[in-house]
């Protein structure tokens, strides 16, 4: 079985500032990761993803994820925040039959 | 490339009709998937279909059925709708399965009255 945890539901940060979005995993087979984007009122959308090889995955928007085997996390980091970056985002992982499972989300909420 | 479709974009239900939220592809992947989205439980996979002709149950299946007739194509019915299955519906698609990322559509809003 596999799970997800976000550890944090909402996340307020002030623009140009750094941000760390916390997501802690659990799995019994090959770890395959992802973080995705939702904005308002949209689907889903992906910004980086860990299959393999290097630990630090670079995605889109400036983002990047760290995958850390022994304390089972893969953060997801930005050194500076702008207004646009208000959203929701998913980690999610892979690996088994019925494809990905999800954590609960973390509201990213940028202040002017 | 369109991506994948869902139809409608919103539907406000009476409780007890039935209907089906349309779902396409145009990237020929083997799999695919419905999730439902409420606030504060993020998404929850319904039912998945690794490749036409084959369904499987995901976290929250009753109540809802699928069908798998061709790639393009994966349907999802609420045979009777309740209050409970308001909601926002993806669709999504993967060439890999659990292995890969997940394309998602633009979502179904239902509303079940």
């Known amino acids: 079985a596999q799970s997800v945890t976000q550890l944090d539901s909402q996340v307020p940060v002030f623009e140009e500032a750094p941000v760390e979005l916390r997501c802690n995993y659990s799995?019994?087979?090959?770890?395959?990761l992802f973080w995705y984007v939702q904005y308002p009122n949209q689907g889903l959308q992906l910004l980086l993803k860990?299959?393999?090889?290097?630990?630090l995955v670079k995605g889109i928007n400036g983002f990047e994820a760290e995958f850390n085997k022994s304390q089972t996390s893969f953060h997801l980091r930005k050194p500076s925040v702008h207004i646009s970056d208000t959203a929701e985002y998913f980690c999610?992982?892979?690996?088994?039959?019925?494809?990905?499972?999800f954590g609960k989300g973390t509201h990213l909420i940028i202040q002017p | 490339i369109a991506g994948i479709t869902q139809a409608p974009t919103s539907q406000i239900l009476a409780a007890g009709r039935r209907m089906t939220l349309r779902c396409t592809q145009d990237?020929?992947?083997?799999?695919m998937y419905w999730y439902r989205q409420d606030l504060g439980l993020g998404l929850r996979l319904i039912h998945y279909?690794?490749?036409?002709?084959?369904?499987g149950k995901g976290e929250v299946p009753d109540g809802y059925s699928v069908s798998r007739a061709n790639t393009d194509d994966f349907p999802l019915t609420l045979a009777s709708a309740v209050p409970s299955q308001t909601s926002v519906y993806f669709c999504?698609?993967?060439?890999?399965?659990?292995?890969?990322?997940?394309?998602f559509g633009p979502g179904t809003r239902l509303t079940v009255t």
């Open positions: 999504a698609s993967s060439a890999a399965g659990g292995r890969g990322e997940q394309y």
């Open positions: 799995s019994s087979v090959s770890v395959y």
């Open positions: 860990y299959l393999s090889g290097s630990t």
């Open positions: 999610a992982i892979g690996g088994g039959a019925d494809g990905l499972t």
């Open positions: 990237m020929r992947h083997n799999a």
């Open positions: 279909s690794n490749t036409a002709g084959t369904t």
